[in-house]
């Protein structure tokens, strides 16, 4: 069992303001991962003071670019050594498979981390940007100030790291809230960040649930805030940000469409599919979960992803063998049950599946990964965010009746094209209302951008467009 007894506060290492525990339980079998301290309004009020001091008086807003970077690839380094434990401690907690939270540590960390090193060393933080009648303009980059990271339990690292990193290359100090769920990883990373040499106050991590979260996210000390989670969430702090005037940005929900067109590979795509619909237990923002088919084929992709989803592996997520575990609570558990039993009320026609436990899981948080046919786009399982595995095929008539479907969504965070030919598939991808889309499955590089249109957020992440999420722009003319 793993036990913290300490907040990461400033730098230091310090008690928590009260004696609240967090108990961190597996979902697979709920045994005991470990304990953590619940940081309170005080801890935060401790950590933005530090964070705040360290902006306004300290070294590191006021170091050079390339110094600051220097810090962050003796953090990769540092994390990368460690990647094989962070991948089995966050399986523990929140029961994402093991396969996953590998590719995550091993790969896409040190990708993701790479992409906003590149960024900083290719801008021109200090830019002369042209002279009028003698007179010349200097364009100047400065970090936003001390930020407010709020992450949620799917993919704690990539998540946190996604804002901590350029947060840090800009030159702010930052405060990482931890999901309970997670907090033993958190803390796991804060110990990186205290072997990284950052100078002191200039990164805090403190798990705590929603009601701190929110006193962290209204503090006056704070200049910007940076969330992922649910869009319910996201609209709240959306409002105490406006009414502040803080800078923002939100990566939010997403209920993202994939489009199969007539030409198709149906092999190729089931395979896609795998990952990018069902990947880490389909606990993700931008799952490919309505699958669009054209009448044509639609009862050969319905028995294709049948075959598919029958066939996953569905265990224990430490079996690098399995490839869909628990969900992360018993309410989410829930929650993925009754959408799988209002489909059903609704009249769509369930394929695969069912609201019931696996037989012989019945001592974790899992559900029967489930697909639906007949599925029409005004139904609530094809509207609303589930995250879980469960999938919906929605049949169109043509191009444009697909294309109608996509759009047709309160989201906007991804989504996939699926032809022979891939320039039109390009086309295609340029007609959907999403930050992100995909053509035969290829993946982002992480240069690219990634966020979302509509009710899918606000801002971006990864490479430039994430690194410029916390700058300020200054023009000096002399």
């Known amino acids: 069992m793993i036990t913290y007894d300490k907040l990461y ?4 290492w310090v008690a928590p303001a009260t004696g609240g525990v967090l108990e961190v339980r597996s979902p697979h079998d709920l045994s005991l ?14 950590a933005v003071a530090a964070a705040r001091r360290a902006f306004d008086e300290g070294p590191w807003p006021r170091m050079s670019p390339q110094e600051r970077s220097t810090v962050v690839e003796r953090f990769s380094k540092l994390h990368a ?4 434990e962070f991948a089995a401690l966050v399986t523990s907690e929140n029961g994402s498979p093991l396969w996953f939270t590998r590719w995550t540590h091993q790969s896409g960390v040190p990708e993701q981390t790479d992409a906003y090193l590149r960024a900083a060393a290719a801008l021109d933080w200090d830019e002369q940007v042209g002279a009028v009648n003698g007179s010349s303009t200097l364009l100047r980059r400065e970090p936003v100030g001390v930020v407010a990271a709020v992450i949620p339990w799917n993919a704690p690292h990539q998540s946190a790291l996604a804002k901590l990193v350029p947060a840090l290359l800009a030159g702010c100090t930052v405060i990482l809230k931890a999901s309970p769920e997670t907090a033993l990883d958190a803390l796991a990373l804060a110990e990186v960040f205290d072997e990284s040499g950052l100078p002191e106050g200039v990164v805090s991590i403190l798990p705590a649930g929603r009601e701190t979260s929110e006193y962290l996210v209204a503090h006056p000390g704070v200049d910007k805030i940076a969330f992922t989670g649910s869009t319910a969430v996201g609209r709240r702090i959306a409002s105490i940000a406006g009414e502040q005037l803080k800078r923002v940005s939100l990566e939010l929900g997403g209920k993202s469409a994939s489009i199969i067109l007539e030409d198709a590979d149906l092999t190729a795509v089931v395979a896609g599919l795998k990952a990018l619909s069902l990947g880490n237990n389909a606990e993700n923002c931008v799952a490919h979960t ?16 049948k075959t598919m989803m029958e066939e996953l592996s569905v265990g224990d997520p430490a079996d690098p063998q399995t490839f869909i575990g628990p969900m992360v609570r018993a309410d989410q558990q829930q929650r993925v049950r009754s959408y799988i039993e209002l489909g059903i009320a609704e009249g769509a026609r369930m394929v695969t599946g069912g609201p019931e436990t696996p037989e012989g899981l019945e001592g974790g948080y899992y559900v029967r990964p489930t697909l639906f046919a007949d599925v029409d786009s005004d139904m609530r399982i094809a509207r609303e965010e589930i995250f879980g595995p469960v999938l919906v095929v929605i049949p169109f008539d043509d191009e444009d009746d697909a294309v109608r479907i996509a759009n047709d969504s309160e989201y906007g965070l991804g989504g996939g094209v699926w032809t022979a030919d891939r320039d039109h598939g390009v086309e295609v991808a340029r007609r959907i209302r999403t930050g992100w889309m995909t053509v035969n ?5 992480y240069d690219g951008a990634f966020g979302g249109y509509k009710s899918s957020g606000i801002g971006r992440e ?17």
């Open 9 to 12: 506060v400033g730098g230091q």
């Open 33 to 46: 991962v470990g304990t953590a301290p619940h940081a309170a309004p005080a801890d935060v009020d401790a």
């Open 81 to 84: 050594a460690r990647a094989e």
């Open 290 to 305: 309505r699958i669009l088919a054209p009448r044509s084929r639609y009862e050969e992709v319905v028995g294709a992803l």
């Open 441 to 445: 499955g290829a993946a982002p590089t």
């Open 462 to 478: 990864f490479g430039a467009a994430g690194l410029a999420q916390y700058i300020e722009y200054k023009t000096i003319a002399v």
